[in-house]
């Protein structure tokens, strides 16, 4: 196995993917193995099956806010005001029909790329790894439901949720693989751009967020010995490599690519076609110049 792409989670600035797997596919960059979170394994899935890129540019583009979840505000105070059992912030049953209806699971089934999706037991708070043999609309559904704002899904009788409680970004996977290359797209600047000290209570919880966001990708890399991403986001081999169960030493080359500025609390559930076709566009500009040198 050669290639991996890495696509991490965080709500509607998920667009910013579609922008870099543009790029990926100009250059013919194709993975052997896409790991995805919450909408990142929406798009993972999307990928995986072979959705042609102007269907996912179109589908991005075309539901906007009401065709993917139904705010449900009062009905949670109330429940939370009278001590009554948990109903989440949202109704995302326009997100599961919109996935149902064009994720190709059987396509999926039959991919020549490895597809793995993550999703966190919300009884066990253990997080677990679906690939493409079992990947199915429950799966999906799960990955991407953002804890209290998302219902968690039935998975086999039990409940999950959001993969990226735990792992973001699912880096883990295609290091275990022992792929060469790897692509990890970030949906924040923070951990690949430098960025300024907090101005403002907001600014100081938005970092705060920003950081919870990249922390999975760099535990599992800090775990394995890698330093910390040059300022081109590039990770630099390791100087004795990483014993791999008794293989050979393993370092491959791992870049990101990620949003060059902050993109605020606000961009994580606009589903607008607007800042969709924004981010689609800013994937496709940062791809070109974060990872232009190594493609």
């Given at each position: 196995m050669k290639r991996a792409l890495i696509l991490s989670g965080v709500g509607a600035r998920g667009?910013?993917?579609?922008?870099?797997?543009?790029?990926?596919?100009?250059?013919?960059?194709?993975?052997d193995l896409v790991c995805g979170t919450s909408v990142g394994a929406i798009n993972a899935v999307a990928i995986g099956a072979g959705?042609?890129?102007?269907?996912?540019?179109?589908?991005?583009?075309?539901?906007?806010?009401?065709?993917?979840?139904r705010v449900r505000m009062?009905?949670?105070?109330?429940?939370?005001?009278?001590?009554?059992?948990?109903?989440?912030?949202?109704?995302?049953?326009?997100?599961?029909?919109?996935?149902?209806?064009?994720?190709?699971?059987?396509a999926l089934r039959k991919s020549r790329i490895d597809v793995i999706i993550t999703a966190v037991n919300v009884l066990t708070a253990r997080l677990h790894l679906f690939n493409q043999h079992v990947i199915d609309i429950?799966?999906?559904?799960?990955?991407s439901a953002m804890p209290i704002l998302f219902p968690w899904q039935q998975i086999d009788g039990e409940p999950y949720w959001d993969g990226g409680v735990m792992a973001n970004s699912p880096l883990l996977p295609a290091l275990e693989s022992g792929v060469d290359e790897i692509i990890v797209v970030l949906l924040s600047p923070v951990g690949n751009v430098p960025t300024a000290v907090p101005g403002s209570l907001t600014n100081a919880m938005e970092l705060v967020f920003e950081h919870f966001l990249i922390g999975s990708c760099q535990t599992?890399?800090?775990?394995?010995?890698?330093?910390?991403?040059?300022?081109?986001g590039e990770y630099p081999p390791l100087a004795h490599g990483v014993e791999m169960g008794g293989r050979d030493i393993y370092s491959p080359t791992i870049k990101t690519v990620s949003p060059s500025r902050m993109l605020g609390f606000?961009?994580?559930?606009?589903?607008?076609?607007?800042?969709?076709?924004?981010?689609?566009?800013?994937?496709?500009?940062?791809?070109?110049?974060?990872l232009g040198d190594i493609l």
């Open positions: 667009a910013f993917q579609i922008g870099v797997w543009k790029y990926l596919k100009e250059r013919n960059w194709t993975p959705m042609p890129l102007d269907r996912l540019f179109e589908i991005w583009t075309t539901y906007h806010r009401p065709m993917i979840y009062l009905r949670f105070l109330v429940n939370l005001l009278f001590g009554r059992p948990l109903k989440p912030v949202m109704d995302t049953g326009p997100l599961r029909k919109m996935v149902a209806r064009h994720l190709d699971i059987d429950d799966h999906v559904m799960a990955s599992a890399l800090a775990s394995r010995g890698w330093p910390a991403a040059g300022n081109s606000r961009s994580l559930l606009n589903f607008s076609v607007r800042q969709a076709r924004w981010l689609i566009d800013e994937g496709y500009r940062n791809a070109r110049s974060q």
